[in-house]
């Protein structure tokens, strides 16, 4: 699937890892020096120190520290044989990298994946004074692969006694065996209270399982889950499962994240939204009724924090901030790709059914350095309100909300922000009230050329309530946007490379009656 050209790859690797030992004139070392100031290294997003990340996985919270463990292939730039790269963050925004949790071993890479903490040592694995920490995951046979069987992939588990710093490996893996499904991987885990067991989904090609378990250890069978598809979609990967609750109503909630046919092309993620008996999921539309989580390119195998404290109860999900079409070619040498920033999921409800929020968590505010306050007023043709960066990286965050004549559509009214750059390259996000579209051009935003796929035009519907506001709420990083529609009902992710960032930012509207409301700008610390 993705190999590449691994010798080359292994000398360019070696190549980095011996530059960033060496020493400067002053004999500070190097890596010292430039730790994280790369062009285009994201400031305030995680990032491996160095090498190839994809997937977030193993994500769970345990006293005190948020985990993020990932896929990881510390060798080269490009994907490969993987293991689990791991960092923690107390304030999801801070992060420590940590050595290499998991490791492949005779049975295979270490793909894919969930950690719970197994408080009552259902599995045996810990005691009940230190319970253990486990993870599961899945185990990717290449050499079966290739000697043509289907039953190259199946789930094992790994349990740590010291918050995470450690792993062995259960010497009964696999935990569950193949029965000859080709994909059949990326298990996440959860307990069940109202059932008193463990649910396992996970993806087998086109559908999800759902398999239950007392330990950890024994897992059975419950159900699968079917919905309709489009032509175009990809194998499902990276399932999550949980629910959530607003006002009276609790709604259990299906993460698919599908390899093609995402909703600007490539990977994405979708959901499905429904009720959960214990052994079946059964989603509100019968054909299935999914909804995308993110509707820019660069939002893919994304789930949640387990085990989050319930006197915090928030939904926490986070997701790899690239897509399968270009992942392995953006203009990033020492390290390829970044997550997104954490975002909480809620519940939402309209006339046509449940819905997700996804807003940035509210720590993202202990990023926040100076700020501005716009003049509210009519906004007219491309106005400049920035610069603000004196010393510090353009990186920043815009909270706008504008205000227009609902009745507009045949108009063609089209209003929101463009970003340029000392280069004069150039990002918009735009909502047009004739299209009834939110648009994020990234086509002249930097560095484009390395696949066809990258550069364009991406939108989400937004539909217009008829109370003619709107708000802009954006978070932009030396490398990419992400921008979140009044409450997050509507996300937009996306990659850029422009040389060194945006910091020129002007408003825009093509006709006089929109009107900018309130405005604020904030610029980001690096958190490195
Ligand atoms: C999703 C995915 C998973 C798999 C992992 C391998 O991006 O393809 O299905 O476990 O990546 O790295």
Redesign the pocket.
């Known amino acids: ?2 190999t590449g050209c691994i010798i080359f790859s292994t000398l360019i690797a070696l190549f980095i890892s011996f530059t960033s030992c060496s020493t400067n004139e002053s004999g500070e070392p190097e890596n010292q020096k430039t730790y994280y100031t790369e062009q285009y290294r994201p400031q305030f997003h995680f990032s491996p120190d160095s090498m190839w990340m ?2 977030p ?1 193993g994500m769970v919270y345990y006293e005190g520290e948020y985990h993020l463990f990932y ?1 990881y292939h510390p060798y080269t730039n490009v ?1 490969g044989p ?1 293991h689990w790269g791991h960092a923690i963050t107390t304030d999801l925004v801070h992060w420590e990298h940590l050595p290499i949790a998991l490791y492949p071993d005779s049975l295979g ?1 270490i ?3 969930s950690a719970v903490i197994d408080w009552n040592n259902s599995s045996g694995l810990g005691s009940s004074e230190n319970p253990p920490m486990v993870a599961i995951f ?1 185990h ?1 046979n290449q050499k079966l692969a290739e000697e043509g069987s289907l039953q190259f ?1 199946y789930q094992s588990i790994a349990y740590s006694l010291d918050k995470g710093r450690s792993w062995t490996k259960y010497p009964g893996n696999p935990v569950l065996k193949n029965s000859g499904i080709r ?1 059949f ?2 298990p996440k885990v959860s307990w069940y209270e109202a059932g008193q067991k463990w649910i396992m989904v996970f ?1 087998a090609q086109d559908r999800i399982m759902f398999y239950s378990s007392p330990n950890l250890i024994q897992w059975d069978k419950e159900s699968e889950f079917i919905a309709e598809k489009t032509s175009d979609e990809g ?1 499902w ?2 399932p999550d499962f949980f629910p959530l609750t607003s006002g009276e109503e609790t709604k259990w909630v299906l993460l698919v ?1 599908i ?1 093609g046919g995402g909703p600007n092309g490539g ?1 994405g993620t979708k959901y499905y939204i429904g009720d959960f008996d214990g052994e079946k999921f059964i989603s509100d539309v019968p054909s299935g009724g999914a909804r995308w989580i993110d509707l820019g390119k660069d939002n ?2 994304g789930v949640s924090w387990s085990d989050i404290p319930s006197e915090d109860g928030r939904r926490i999900f986070l997701g ?1 901030m690239s897509n ?1 079409q270009y992942a392995n070619k953006v203009p990033s040498q020492r390290w390829r790709s970044a997550m997104t920033l954490p975002r909480e999921l809620k519940l939402g409800k309209s006339e046509k059914g449940y819905f997700l929020n996804s807003v940035p968590v509210v720590e993202t505010e202990l990023l926040r350095g100076d700020q501005i306050k716009l003049e509210p007023g009519p906004v007219k043709d491309r106005q400049n309100v920035g610069p603000f960066f004196e010393d510090a990286y353009p990186i920043y965050e815009i909270d706008l909300l504008f205000e227009f004549d609902p009745d507009l559509h045949e108009e063609g009214v089209e209003f929101g922000i463009v970003l340029e750059s000392k280069q004069h390259e150039q990002l918009s996000a735009v909502f047009s009230t004739r299209t009834q579209q939110v648009s994020i051009a990234r086509n002249q935003s930097g560095k484009a050329d390395f696949s066809v796929n990258f550069p364009g035009v991406h939108v989400g519907p937004y539909q217009v309530t008829g109370t003619g506001e709107i708000r802009f709420h954006a978070f932009i990083d030396l490398s990419s946007i992400e921008l979140f529609m009044d409450d997050g009902a509507l996300v937009l992710t996306e990659l850029c490379f422009p040389e060194s960032g945006f910091e020129q930012i002007h408003l825009y509207a093509n006709k006089e009656s929109v009107k900018l409301k309130t405005g604020t700008i904030y610029s980001l610390k690096s958190i490195w």
């Open positions: 699937m993705r994809n997937d996985n896929q994907w993987m890479t793909f894919s994946g899945t990717h992939q994909d991987r990326d993806a194998v990967e990276c994240s390899g990977s893919y195998a790899w399968w």
